[in-house]
């Protein structure tokens, strides 16, 4: 995008009023510089012109993920294809304030919209291509824009200014905090699935639902030997699952009027990271995970509900916690979070609940009347434990600025 932000008539003015007068009195020479003064000041702002609309202008961001405190690498670009220099060339690059940019310039603040101005003059050569690196770290989580930028030339002999600016905008994200799960929290929550062996380990996830005849492509692991005896063929055990392996995070950071008269900011920012410390932990623990969370993301305005199957696809469900913003319909999306859920989920599911508090939505949508099997891991973010947290809820942790700790 092309504008002239102003221009001096001081100079054509003067030009033409010098020619004016020479001819006028019969001077040729005064005639000659004024048309001179006036050519030379024509000539130079088609020029600058002419250069801003072939300039290459691009903002470039290394990295479009990174973690708390980690700089993620940032190009802002300028390409002039033209055999003549550049002089007096300014950049501008807006970001917010959750940024912070290490770089050359200077920043300039704007409180009042919560953003920062990074600018710098420098000179650009005739056919030079020129690129401005900045190291941007965000300290809190979150989804920030990058941009717009724009180059201004200011031509000092046609006194014009002329901006160039590149109208994209790029997404920096950052990803919650996470701060490991303790070793005990595991053992409650898989004892509480009655898992067998040690703590820590996965339950045995099968059951033998009978005997069969052997069939090409079985499993030679599931032969029943004592039936294969018995009947001079091969037999093998039929199984089925005996209870949902997969993880189930549910997340629900505040209730409805919070969100109209202000969320507590540390709170929600405690829950979001706990979810996150949770989901990463059973992701890399073998975990197929479920994230429910109410809330609001582009793209899901009444809650999420995403899934992770491998290591591979965590990077999907720590973008959506960070991108996760507070709603005035989270308990509204609680509830149809918690129908969905128990239409999905299979008999046994392990469930864990990270809250503020206990909802009591949840009480009643799966555990009135108490449903076979299910007995949720509870994650209170709070200083302390609420009271009111019903029975037939199973472990309960708390979790409250980056430490963990045991009802």
Not at 7 to 14: D, T, V
Not at 153 to 171: F, G, M, N
Not at 304 to 323: G, K, N, V
Request: include cysteine; charge should be neutral; proline fraction near 8%.
């Amino acid at each position: 995008m092309i504008w002239r932000a102003w221009r001096s008539e001081g100079l054509p003015i003067l030009g033409l009023a010098i020619a004016a007068v020479g001819f006028v009195t019969g001077h040729l020479v005064l005639l000659a510089v004024g048309l001179f003064i006036w050519g030379l000041v024509y000539v130079a702002g088609r020029m600058a012109h002419r250069a801003l609309q072939h300039l290459d202008v691009h903002l470039v961001l290394r990295e479009a993920v990174t973690e708390p405190g980690r700089a993620a690498d940032s190009e802002f670009c300028l390409k002039n294809p033209m055999p003549w220099p550049l002089m007096q060339v300014e950049w501008t690059l807006t970001i917010p304030t959750a940024l912070t940019a290490r770089g050359p310039g200077e920043a300039r603040e704007m409180t009042h919209v919560k953003q920062q101005t990074l600018t710098g003059k420098l000179w650009v050569g005739p056919r030079e291509e020129v690129r401005i690196r900045y190291q941007l770290t965000g300290v809190r989580r979150g989804r920030w824009p990058v941009g717009p930028g724009s180059f201004i030339l200011h031509d000092p002999l046609s006194q014009t200014e002329l901006v160039r600016e590149d109208q994209e905008i790029q997404y920096l994200t950052v990803w919650p905090r996470r701060y490991s799960p303790p070793q005990s929290l595991w053992a409650a929550s898989l004892k509480a699935d009655r898992a067998a062996g040690r703590p820590w380990e996965m339950p045995d996830p099968l059951s033998v639902k009978g005997i069969r005849p052997y069939l090409p492509g079985d499993s030679v692991r599931h032969l029943a030997a004592y039936a294969t005896a018995r009947t001079q063929q091969l037999m093998v055990k039929e199984l089925e699952p005996l209870t949902d392996q997969r993880v189930h995070v549910m997340l629900h950071p505040g209730a409805s009027h919070q969100a109209w008269y202000g969320v507590d900011p540390e709170q929600f920012e405690d829950a979001i990271s706990a979810a996150a410390s949770l989901v990463e932990a059973a992701v890399l623990q073998g975990f197929a995970v479920e994230l429910w969370a109410t809330g609001a993301i582009p793209g899901h305005m009444r809650g999420i509900h995403l899934s992770a199957r491998h290591p591979t696809e965590l990077a999907t469900l720590l973008t959506a916690l960070a991108w996760l913003q507070p709603s005035g319909t989270m308990d509204d999306d609680l509830g149809a979070l918690a129908a969905e859920f128990s239409q999905k989920a299979r008999e046994t599911p392990r469930l864990w609940v990270v809250s503020p508090r206990w909802p009591d939505l949840l009480t009643r949508a799966l555990l009135s009347p108490p449903r076979r099997g299910l007995r949720p891991l509870f994650v209170a973010v709070a200083s302390e434990i609420p009271g009111d947290v019903p029975s037939s809820v199973g472990p309960r942790w708390g979790f409250w600025q980056g430490r963990w700790f045991y009802a």
